[in-house]
């Protein structure tokens, strides 16, 4: 802030201080001062500025060590009066990193927007009226809505609170929740005793409260930490430091071999200056330190495709085990359904004994409106344009009332809301105290059937409370079991009365007990279209689908059979039977559920736990703040974007639209990643074992160097420049999702059939060359300039031929589509381009030593090319049918 407020002690002022400083009042700011103070504060985010930005992308291509060594070659060969080479070296650093910038410059963008798409809302109160806006957009003076499951927009000063926990590990590293209140305490009080304040990013817990924000942005107490370290760098996964080291032990055993070409080549008599220039040359050429940059590169475009589709991934690493996920475990509403919910049905006691007259079945949905979380931004406007917030079921109570010209709004100015206790699978209820503005206040509740029915002695009927006898019960209990069976999702609308003026957080004094049944109500919420599609999918990828749901038994098998996930002979297991099952006994059943149905949270971790110790890679989705333990202990914790701030901090990847298809989409995008890095890594090992290969047996059969230091630089920019980055585009192959989940484990990068693939064609793409060296030099007794050009012409052009052999290591090149990448096209344009240039300008021409090719020259060369792509695709043959006899 501007103006010093940043600096005064909120915690040691009173409420009704606070506000008077930031000129505000319980019933919120108004909108015309919102856009002033946005102005004069700025948005709630931490913004850095950005400095030589293009100089340090820059600075990252050219500190790796080889490029050092390249560029002291060049200043050497300058010394050595070698200008030719000098000039090839110079162009060859400048253009590698340019290409290198690029490359870097997409993986940022794409990180960029990903970092942007995730936006973090929060609930304020604006001119006495409840809004959801992004967190961003919130400033100094505004009233927040503090609901459990919420992260906190910025640093306030509690107003009002009932049982408001928050957990500030994130500020203090204290795991355990703090509660919080709203009276003033001692200015000498440290920070992670301020009872009455909240901070940005901490997380709600339980309970619920208001504050008024005194601080946003940088002025936080998280920005401040955030200031101060500046801008978080992103950790490398384990994936990429593996790669890392990969590209280290590839650089070693390089540089190594490097070391003996050397020493060959002087015990051959070859120029000191000019094998010095050799081995440096194949160096570049030959290490792929570009690698780690592929690698963001490749998992950027990955992350951003999946964007596209609707998921949000928020951790890398989440990318590397999506291709090999075996289990997935997914909840029922919003995922399988539409999350489109509406009141189909109310059934009262009234309803069902038809001979009585009088319905009350506006009284129950009356009853469960107010015991609502939901709200309405918007309720002066016409229904039409209604912003309705909250839970599907709270949204379909608030428009379900208002057809019949029940208005939440109306209600709670007739009956005041005292205390709340948002929904919580584990107690499995909802419940809203009243004020009835007579002798007693009233709770009223929804939740679980059976657990309310429990709970409940009497029940409503015509107005007053009637005892609810066996007889009646086993009527609720068969309705109840009827209308689960059809698929309807059912909660119990019960109420009392109650003397205190707010719930006691330890049920320790019979609050929730002792109620009066008021009535079911039924929800209708329609299956996805494409839940059963998306299921056949997973299972035809070898992943098991399994249906985790707090719903009724009946309701989840019914959608369960919809969807394909339960047929004849599964099990489905509900909360209470797992409670009563040892370890042992549940891992016996795992194979045979597909269902797991009213599980609590903690339930819900135990499952993830034990499929885990069956050896398989889980996903996991949850919406709830008790779900966030599950989401972190699964390999890939996926939230709803409905749920809670909590369950999303927890999660590695966001559903956007909430849809099941999302993650058979997402799994098929992370083995697509790493089959095109497979593509990449095969293809520049080969191509730099098969000039490593090229030079040393030269050198051991003292044969002169059969290509040049220039020529390597510069079939190195043909090679590896623009090719190798293409792959990273690369649509997925047919029969991706065809395949079990071990074939895409990160932990076996290079597979058998990879490895097997680069020694075979480093073998024969330098077999070739070799021999076209050895026939042209010293049968056809050419030139030993005019031999090198024809060398140089085949490698350059083998590399170009056999990147869209690689396209698909299984099928052969004429049943692939080789427009399929518009990248590689391009790549293939502009190094042939390169390699034109070189051929035939005499500029370019002179500088690598290269001599003048005819068109019969030029032909030899294509058909040499044309060669080696057929023995690349016989070894292809080979290897499939090798693969399919095992």
Avoid at 648 to 675: P, T
Avoid at 839 to 847: E, G, K, T
Avoid at 850 to 878: P, Q, T, W
Wanted: glycine share 6%; net charge neutral; charged share 25%.
């Amino acid at each position: 802030m501007s103006d010093g407020k940043k600096q005064k002690p909120w915690h040691s002022l009173s409420a009704n201080d606070v506000l008077k400083e930031f000129s505000s009042s319980p019933r919120g700011l108004g909108y015309g001062e919102v856009e002033l103070r946005l102005e004069k504060y700025g948005q709630n985010v931490f913004k850095y500025e950005e400095k030589f930005r293009l100089l340090k992308i820059i600075w990252n291509q050219i500190k790796s060590p080889l490029v050092f060594i390249l560029i002291i070659a060049g200043f050497v060969t300058l010394f050595l009066k070698a200008y030719t080479d000098s000039v090839v070296i110079l162009v060859a650093v400048t253009i590698n990193t340019i290409i290198g910038v690029v490359q870097e410059g997409k993986a940022s963008q794409a990180f960029s927007k990903l970092r942007d798409s995730q936006k973090k809302y929060t609930t304020v109160i604006r001119e006495n009226r409840k809004q959801l806006i992004s967190a961003e957009n919130v400033v100094p003076g505004d009233i927040l809505v503090l609901s459990a499951g919420d992260q906190v927009a910025a640093d306030a000063r509690i107003l009002e609170s009932k049982g408001l926990e928050v957990n500030e590990a994130v500020l203090t590293g204290e795991w355990m929740s703090n509660l919080k209140n709203s009276r003033k305490i001692k200015e000498e009080v440290p920070l992670a005793d301020r009872s009455n304040m909240v901070w940005m990013s901490t997380l709600i817990t339980d309970g619920w409260g208001t504050a008024i924000i005194v601080g946003t942005g940088f002025d936080t107490e998280i920005g401040k930490i955030a200031q101060m370290l500046g801008e978080e760098k992103a950790p490398l996964t384990n994936f990429q430091k593996s790669i890392k080291k990969l590209a280290n032990v590839i650089g070693l055993i390089v540089l190594g071999t490097l070391v003996i070409i050397f020493a060959v080549g002087v015990l051959h008599n070859q120029p000191i200056s000019q094998m010095f220039l050799a081995s440096v040359a194949i160096a570049v050429a030959a290490v792929p330190e570009g690698l780690p940059v592929v690698v963001s590169v490749v998992l950027a475009i990955g992350m951003e495709r999946i964007l596209s589709n609707g998921g949000l991934i928020k951790r890398l690493s989440a990318v590397e085990t999506l291709g090999s996920v075996d289990v997935i475990l997914t909840d029922k509403t919003g995922t399988l359904t539409q999350a489109i919910m509406r009141v189909s049905d109310i059934v009262t006691l009234n309803s069902l004994e038809q001979k009585q007259k009088k319905d009350d079945k506006s009284k129950i949905l009356e009853m469960a409106i107010l015991a609502s979380s939901g709200f309405v931004e918007n309720p002066d406007d016409n229904l039409a344009d209604w912003i309705v917030r909250g839970h599907p079921m709270d949204q379909a109570l608030i428009l379900a009332g208002a057809e019949q010209n029940i208005h939440q709004h109306t209600l709670l100015k007739e009956m005041p809301r005292l205390d709340f206790l948002e929904f919580d699978a584990e107690r499995r209820f909802a419940a809203s105290l009243h004020d009835t503005k007579g002798k007693e206040n009233r709770i009223f509740i929804t939740g679980a059937p059976e657990l309310l029915l429990d709970l409940s002695k009497t029940i409503y009927k015509s107005g007053k409370a009637v005892k609810l006898t066996k007889k009646y019960k086993e009527l609720l209990t068969s309705v109840l079991e009827k209308q689960t069976s059809f698929g309807e999702r059912v909660i119990v609308v019960a109420y009392k009365n109650y003397a205190k003026k707010e719930f006691p957080r330890n049920d320790g004094d019979g609050a929730f007990e002792d109620f009066i049944f008021g009535g079911f109500i039924l929800f209708h919420d329609p299956l996805r279209p494409d839940a059963a599609s998306s299921f056949k999918k997973a299972k035809l990828a070898g992943i098991k689908t399994i249906m985790v749901t707090g719903d009724h038994k009946k309701t989840a098998q019914k959608i369960g059979e919809e969807v394909g996930i339960f047929k004849k002979g599964d099990r489905i297991i509900t909360g209470d039977m797992m409670e009563e099952l040892t370890d042992e006994d549940l891992k016996k059943e795992l194979d045979r559920v597909s269902i797991f149905a009213r599980v609590l949270p903690h339930q819900k971790l135990r499952i993830v736990k034990f499929w885990q110790e069956a050896g398989k890679t889980v996903a996991m989705t949850g919406d709830g703040v008790n779900d966030a333990p599950s989401l972190k202990r699964a390999e890939v914790g996926v939230a709803l974007n409905s749920g809670t701030e909590v369950a999303k901090e927890a999660s590695s990847m966001i559903l956007l639209n909430n849809n099941f298809s999302v993650i058979i989409s997402a799994i098929g995008e992370g083995r697509k990643i790493l089959v095109n890095f497979r593509k990449i890594l095969v293809y520049l090992l080969s191509t730099a074992f098969s000039e490593i290969l090229l030079v040393f047996v030269s050198l051991v059969i003292g044969a002169p160097l059969p290509i040049l230091p220039a020529q390597v630089l510069w079939a190195n920019l043909v090679e590896e420049g623009f090719m190798n980055f293409a792959f990273a585009f690369e649509p997925g192959e047919d029969g991706i999702m065809e395949v079990p989940p071990k074939s895409f484990s990160f932990d076996k990068i290079l597979t058998n059939e990879g490895r097997n693939m680069i020694i075979i064609l480093a073998f024969f793409t330098s077999f070739l060359l070799m021999v076209v060296f050895l026939l042209s030099h010293f049968v056809f007794k050419h030139s030993l300039d005019y031999t090198r050009t024809i060398v140089f012409a085949v490698l350059s052009a083998d590399s170009i031929f056999f990147a869209f052999s690689l396209k698909n290591f299984k099928k052969p090149l004429w049943q692939i589509n080789i427009f399929s990448n518009r990248y590689l096209i391009v790549a293939l344009f502009v190094s042939m381009l390169f390699l034109a240039a070189a051929l035939f300008l005499p500029p370019i021409r002179a500088l690598l030593s290269l001599e003048k090719l005819g068109i019969f020259d030029i032909f030899i060369v294509l058909s040499l090319g044309v060669l080696n792509l057929f023995i690349i695709e016989v070894a292809k043959h080979f290897l499939v049918n090798r693969e399919i006899k095992k």
